[in-house]
């Protein structure tokens, strides 16, 4: 979609759809929406006199003017007043746009919501405008060959008539198209078929990226694995007849400075292996690269804000399969750094591709290392798809990724750390077992990925119950998520001098 930013009046601006907005318990809409509501002889005003609407969060009401340079107008509810955000500007931008597009609209204009009004940052504001707008519009297209094509192009006005604050809109908008293109890019890899978003697949993906963005690439193959001694990753591998590939996408934006890793869990496929899952709930399973996909969409977008730090961005990718050379439960491995592990579950394999890939990113320099996995059901027994998981053993980096979270919508909660949790995982016959107990799933998953950490800062973010979702409110789009790529943006931009 194509977002522009136009210095005029709403009232002035061609296009299909006029978008404006309203908090709830207002008698008397101001600014661009009394503006609007004057030219339609008070209609949205009669609206609320009439009970019809009220404001409330993410309600929306479309009018059709007889005698207006516009089709329709849509009115969205910002809520209450006290509680209004940005994460409120981009839900309620997401739900404004879906109105908007719906039918033969081309053209929508849009003002910039909470700027005005709602006194917020107008760069944050244009930002969360069109980073809503763009999450919303974002939909996966499907293999169907037959379907005729309903694609169709919207254009985005971003309508702002103070000549004084275009260069704020203009630097938001800019920003806001960014972020939701890189979580549209983790979206479009979790919601591609297993048969197709193949571990091969995925470092083309990041080969694309490379030469998109100027980015360094390295793919290793399984034989640079197998001279590496990265057991845990190949041991996951053999089941499977896809190649593995461990990606590093490179971004040097301080030359000498400290090193960011990003280290996201690429399984393609997670049939559990031998320790095979229910069939029921096993489609989704495509979604375990999800915390990868985070990673690529992070890795293009920092390339383009250009913060001034340096960021690894590392993906380990397989499938993880049961058959013949598969991987069994007692088989025991041994990791790049030369701790073994033992195979309690074949399905707890996230944690065995995470343990080589951390101590990579370490050993190519990096200092805080953030893994991002969908790595256990447990962590959404415990949270739910409200918050996702974090695990830490560094408060400030914790702090970080929460901080970074609050700014983009994205929740984590961080789970209690303590050296009880790491004896659940001890093994008579290896250094540790890749399963501990089974109360503390989330915890104990996590804190088995730091044990292969030497001294680099640590924070791990489960994001197995928030990657993909059924709902639709909003900018949630049935399908992948694309969560946790915007809050690894945020945060090497947060970390960055
Ligand atoms: N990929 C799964 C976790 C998962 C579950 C993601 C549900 C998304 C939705 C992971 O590899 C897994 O199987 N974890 C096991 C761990 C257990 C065997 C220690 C789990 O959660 O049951
Ligand atoms: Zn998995
Ligand atoms: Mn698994």
Redesign the pocket.
């Known amino acids: 979609m194509r977002v522009q930013v136009v210095q005029q009046d709403l009232l002035q601006t061609q296009a299909d759809a006029w978008i404006v907005n309203l908090f709830q318990g207002v008698t008397k809409p101001a600014g661009a929406t009394g503006a609007v509501d004057q030219a339609l002889d008070g209609q949205i005003s009669r609206l609320i006199e009439n009970g019809e609407f009220s404001g409330k969060l993410l309600e929306t009401v479309v009018l059709y003017p007889a005698n207006l340079a516009v089709g329709k107008v849509i009115v969205v509810g910002l809520g209450e007043a006290d509680k209004f955000d940005l994460e409120r500007v981009r839900q309620v931008a997401g739900a404004a746009y879906k109105v908007a597009a719906r039918g033969r609209t081309r053209q929508i204009a849009t003002i910039v919501h909470g700027a005005g009004i709602g006194g917020l940052c107008p760069v944050a504001c244009a930002q969360a405008t069109v980073e809503g707008s763009l999450l919303a519009a974002y939909k996966y297209k499907g293999k169907k060959p037959n379907a005729k094509d309903e694609d169709k192009f919207v254009e985005l006005l971003v309508v702002e008539h103070k000549p004084e604050k275009i260069a704020a809109v203009e630097r938001g908008v800019k920003r806001g198209q960014i972020m939701a293109q890189a979580a549209n890019l983790a979206r479009e890899l979790v919601n591609t078929p297993a048969n197709l978003m193949t571990p091969t697949h995925m470092a083309a993906v990041a080969e694309q990226v490379a030469q998109e963005t100027g980015l360094e690439l390295e793919v290793l193959e399984k034989e640079d694995m197998e001279r590496l001694g990265m057991g845990c990753l190949l041991g996951v591998a053999q089941g499977s007849a896809q190649p593995p590939k461990l990606i590093t996408l490179r971004y040097e934006g301080n030359p000498g400075g400290e090193t960011l890793a990003l280290v996201g869990k690429g399984?393609t496929f997670?049939s559990?292996g031998i320790?095979l899952?229910a069939s029921a709930?096993m489609p989704?399973?495509k979604?375990?690269m999800a915390g990868g996909a985070a990673v690529l969409g992070a890795m293009k977008a920092i390339a383009q804000l250009k913060p001034k730090i340096n960021v690894l961005g590392v993906v380990p990718c397989t499938e993880?399969l049961p058959s013949g050379t598969a991987l069994k439960p007692s088989d025991v491995l041994q990791a790049m750094t030369g701790q073994t592990i033992e195979i309690?579950?074949t399905?707890?394999?996230?944690r065995l591709i995470l343990a080589d890939a951390v101590a990579y990113a370490e050993s190519k320099g990096a200092s805080k290392i953030v893994d991002v996995a969908?790595?256990?059901?447990?962590c959404?027994v415990a949270l739910g798809d409200v918050y996702a998981g974090l695990v830490s053993t560094n408060d400030e980096l914790a702090e970080a990724v929460i901080a970074a979270g609050s700014q983009t919508g994205e929740r984590f909660w961080r789970l209690p750390v303590h050296d009880l949790y790491r004896e659940t995982y001890k093994s008579d016959v290896a250094d540790l077992r890749?399963?501990?107990a089974r109360g503390g799933?989330a915890i104990t998953?996590g804190l088995i990925i730091s044990e292969f950490i030497k001294e680099a800062a640590w924070a791990h973010l489960d994001i197995?119950?928030m990657?993909r979702t059924d709902n639709s409110k909003g900018y949630s789009v049935k399908g992948g998520t694309g969560f946790a790529t915007r809050t690894l943006i945020q945060l090497a931009e947060n970390l960055a001098e």
């Open positions: 399984i997670d559990g320790s899952k709930g989704n399973m979604t375990d993880n309690g579950s399905d707890a394999e996230g969908t790595l256990t059901g447990a959404g890749n399963g501990g799933g998953g197995a119950a990657a």
